[in-house]
């Protein structure tokens, strides 16, 4: 498939979704000749799930698929901009290319979060809206000299 | 249980996963009177999931169990600063606080890419190490349509 065509899918899988009572996302995992291996869209509020974003379940769905956690090799298209969460999945992936069609200036239109998140990501953790506080970084980091002297982990 | 013992919990969950295999960190979710409700741990590499890190998996388990997607009146404590992708979510699920022990900088240091992805995400799109391309956004905005024309459609 061209990259249009499967753009086109992953609108259409939006659009579907929200004929189906869910929100207005939706997203296509594909290799680079263009065959689809997984897609999503946005199950948050049928599937009690935050983070069952479009991209994320796409992502999910692929790496499951193929058995793998590092999807190098595939391209993503997502019928909307990835907010911070799908965005940070998308490099956690290791995806080659994002391909996206509304913004998150049109999601915000809609009344979605993406933008206010976008912006509270960028503050320092004292001064964003969610309250955050330190504690126990001193017992913390014991984990990670565990890790460090682990000699068998796997890197990822 | 205190925040003190609650971070701990999120401590040894993360030490715990290192010797199980999986990566360094642990979190807890507990509601006000400090009961914990849900944990997670970071099991990307054993699960086959780039999206199976601590915090979003502790979100999955405790929305499912409560089976809700608003975990507002609830904290999550997190043995590690959230990556961009965790952050994200946490917003989404409307937690009411985020207390971590180790930061993005201690997560560089031991070869985590949050930090990077950090810094990539206040990019412009055009301007990140990840290819992004606007694909058909005059045929995507048409799915926004649908919902914004939808009735029934639940909020969230």
Chains 1, 2 share one sequence.
Not at 69 to 89: T, V
Request: charged content about 30%; overall charge negative; some cysteine.
């Amino acid at each position: 498939m061209t990259k249009e065509n499967l753009m086109r899918e992953a609108i259409r899988l939006a659009s579907e979704n929200v004929a189906n009572g869910g929100g207005p996302f939706g997203a296509v995992i594909a290799d680079k000749e263009g065959n689809i291996v997984a897609t999503g869209v946005n199950r948050v509020t049928d599937s009690n799930d935050p983070t069952a974003h479009a991209e994320v379940s796409a992502i999910r769905a692929a790496t499951a698929k193929l058995k793998t956690f590092n999807l190098q090799g595939y391209s993503i298209y997502s019928s909307c901009e990835p907010c911070p969460m799908c965005l940070g999945a998308i490099y956690w992936a290791r995806l080659d290319k994002l391909y996206y069609g509304n913004s998150k200036a049109d999601a915000k239109r809609i009344g979605f979060d993406d933008s206010f998140i976008y912006e509270e990501i960028q503050l320092d953790p004292t001064k964003r809206k969610l309250p955050s506080e330190i504690l126990l970084d001193k017992e913390a980091i014991q984990s990670f000299k565990d890790w460090e002297n682990k000699t068998d982990r796997i890197d990822y």
